[in-house]
Structure formats: C-alpha cells, structure tokens
C-alpha cells in the first residue's frame, strides 16, 4: 500500500498553507500534521532532523524529504500534478519568476506586514507597505485580462502568490485599490478542491 504524503506545517503559516492549498486542488492525498510553532517543536531534534533550518513546512513522500514551500510545489506537480507546471519553455519561465516573486517581495511586503500584526514581529510597518503596494501593483497590472497568473489554467504560481495576497488585509495592507487582483483570489478560491488559510483576529478586524 502506497505510503501517505505527509504535510507537516502550520495552520497560521501561508508557506505552508501553499503547500496544503495545491495538494488540495490538485487532488494530491495528504496528512496534515501540525507542528506546535508556540512550543518550539519546529526547533527540537526529531523535526530538525526532517528540516535543519528549523521552518515549516516539510514533506515527507516515503523516503523523500522535502522543505521550502516553492520547491515542495514544484516537486508535487512534477510528480503527481503535471498540469499544473507548464512543459512550454516560456510558460515554465514565467511560473518559476512568481515563484520568485512570492519568494521576494510578497514575503517582505504582504507576508511581513501580517507577521507584525499577527505574531508581533519586530519588523518596519512602512517598508513592508512599500513593498506590498509595489507588488501588488505589478501583480494587479500582469492581471488585466487575465484569469490566472500564467497561460489559461491554474499553476503552482497561483498556489505561491494566493495564500500571502490573499491575507494581506490581516497585516493591514488593502486589497481594494487592486481589482484585479481581487478577481485572481476568487478565480483561485473557486476552483474545485480550494482550502481556505484561518483568519486571525487581525484579518477579522481589517
């Protein structure tokens, strides 16, 4: 009997939160096992034995380990989810440069204002609106005429970008100015098999 795909993350985390959102949409079966941040589990020896940086989230796909959310994503859709990762050279391209944005300045913009808000991060509030509303902006002005991120179909890009943008009222930076990317959130959060990251006090109050 094939072994489990296991998801091991956290709920508040949108890296992990990617990794579980694809696999879901992708129809990938998946464990989810959460990892106890608040207590420090991700720094005690049996995780830091599957990831040694210490960070959600991991997988672990029988004898595979994986960590980093975007190379998790690029691992299960070439394994299990093809469609989902472009075989056309320039498409594969464009996927690979929003893997980078969300890698870049969604997770030192939308990301890091939420992690002030929501975890108290000792980081600049105005440096990350900075970035936020210069990500946003590019993201909203690549949309127009869009429904998805790159080609015609969902990718992985869509999986990497949604779950920070998506959340970035929780850190306090509006998505109203940005129709367009509005209208990505719900292509993606319509999609058969979508899962929702919970929202934190910050986002209910934004």
Known sequence: ??????????PLSGHSHRVELFAS???????????????????????????????????????TVISDSNAILVYLARKYAPSWLPSDPV???????????????????????RLITVFNAPLDADF??????R????????????SFLVGDAPTI???????????????GISLEPYPNVRALLANIEGLKGFKPMPVTKAGLAA
Request: hydrophobic share 50%; charged share 15%; glycine share 10%.
């Open 91 to 113: 498409q594969e391209a464009e996927v690979q440069k929003f893997l980078t944005l969300a890698a870049g300045e969604i997770a030192f913009g939308p990301a890091a204002a």
């Open 1 to 10: 009997m094939p072994q489990t795909l296991r998801v091991h993350g956290f």
């Open 25 to 63: 949409l992708a129809g990938i079966a998946h464990e989810v096992v959460t990892v106890d941040l608040a207590a420090g589990e991700h720094k005690q020896p049996p995780f830091l034995a599957l990831n040694p940086a210490g960070q959600v989230p991991v997988i672990e796909d029988g004898d």
């Open 135 to 146: 990500v946003l902006g590019k993201i909203d002005a690549h949309m127009e005429g869009r």
């Open 157 to 171: 890009a869509d999986a990497a970008v949604y779950s920070y943008v998506a959340h970035a009222p929780e850190g």
């Open 128 to 133: 990350c609106a900075t970035v936020a509303a």
